[in-house]
């Protein structure tokens, strides 16, 4: 990325570009100006969903030597706002075009319609089917179950908590996932839920504020291992978890390595996670080959589209806990475990 980017993310202007450059593959020219990229609730700087979308962007521009933008989204915004974000990304001919979050799907459905030429992605969504569009989507549920196993490995207190942002089905997954695998270590253990917002116009996955209140709340309870899937919500769970001396579990990117958290990141366990990135990179990687992905793209356990992160090494060191999140992907993976989506 330019030093362009950086300021104009900074100055808050809501968009940043690079130059853009052609380049020539071994299955022809790739014409597009690079890659068109609107992000989620909460934006670039979240630390955790839309940060990991745009290391993947960062990666496929660096490695194809092509052009990029990304766009933020602005508060209170409409399904039409949407809509003209990604009109103006298509028109400007940026290809791929990516929507960041399920948000974009109906959206992502309009707009392809009228740019058949251009290949559209979006994250967390499976209804914008269409010939031109790449569905990337997870099994979150699978790395939901290893933090739930995680937690109920490394609580001292058979107490534990789950913090989601919006109260939809998607966060559902994280939390049935954390439930079963936290039970199948411990079918007694209790565990906190809490959901911050019903809707995401309210908050629920950009407030820190609101994840602050709610880890404090369950820590009050007696909850001494909290796992948020909340965005940048999360930011606040995480803080509150390390004032508090217990243990936190990140989502989505490895958030034991983000920098804005480094203040906490001893007390960061591990993080559920989703490759975001990797899913941003691939389709790139696909329209710059002259290939472009379409259709539903899962990532799973078993293509490494979600996992879990062991970066602390605090976490390390536990190696019964270590062992037995090992164990349950091992069984996931083969198939000797389904993970509850509900």
């Excluded at 960062?58 to 990304?70: L, V």
């Excluded at 990516?98 to 392809?112: D, L, N, Q, R, S």
């Excluded at 936190?248 to 989703?274: C, E, F, M, N, P």
């Amino acid at each position: 990325m330019t030093v362009a980017v950086v300021a104009c993310a900074a100055a808050g202007c809501g968009e940043s570009s690079s130059g853009s450059k052609s380049s020539d593959t071994s299955s022809g020219s790739y014409s597009g100006k690079g890659i068109g990229l609107a992000y989620d609730i909460g934006g670039k700087g979240d630390q955790s969903f839309n940060d990991a979308a745009y290391a993947g962007f960062q990666k496929a521009e660096k490695e194809f030597k092509i052009g990029g933008r990304d766009v933020e989204p602005q508060d209170g915004e409409s399904n039409a706002d949407k809509v003209q974000r990604l009109t103006q990304l298509a028109q400007a001919g940026y290809n791929p075009v990516i929507g960041v979050g399920f948000v974009y799907g109906p959206a992502v459905k309009e707009v392809a319609a009228k740019f058949p030429n251009t290949t559209f992605g979006v994250i967390d969504d499976e209804t914008a089917k269409a010939k031109n569009v790449a569905d990337m989507v997870f099994h979150e549920e699978q790395a939901s179950y290893l933090a739930g196993v995680a937690a109920a490995k490394a609580t001292k207190k058979n107490h534990i908590g789950f913090i989601g942002g919006v109260d939809i089905p998607l966060i559902h997954k994280f939390e049935a996932g954390y439930v079963q695998g936290a039970k199948s270590v411990n079918p007694n253990i209790k565990i906190e839920s809490q959901y911050l917002t019903e809707t995401a116009q309210e908050g629920g996955f950009s407030s820190p504020d609101k994840g602050k209140d709610a880890a404090s709340g369950q820590i009050e309870a007696g909850a001494d291992v909290l796992y948020h899937a909340a965005g940048l919500s999360g930011q606040g769970v995480i803080s509150e978890a390390a004032g508090k001396k217990v243990w936190a579990i990140g989502v989505d990117s490895d958030q034991y390595t983000q920098s804005a958290l480094a203040a906490y990141k001893d007390y960061i366990l591990g993080s559920a996670l989703k490759n975001v990135g990797g899913a941003v990179y691939d389709l790139v990687k696909s329209v710059h080959q002259g290939k472009p992905l379409t259709g539903v793209v899962r990532g799973s356990l078993s293509n490494n589209g979600v996992g879990f992160a062991d970066s602390n090494p605090k976490y390390q060191a536990m190696k019964d806990v270590v062992a037995a999140v090992d164990k349950a992907k091992q069984d996931i993976v083969a198939g000797k475990i389904t993970v509850n989506t509900k």
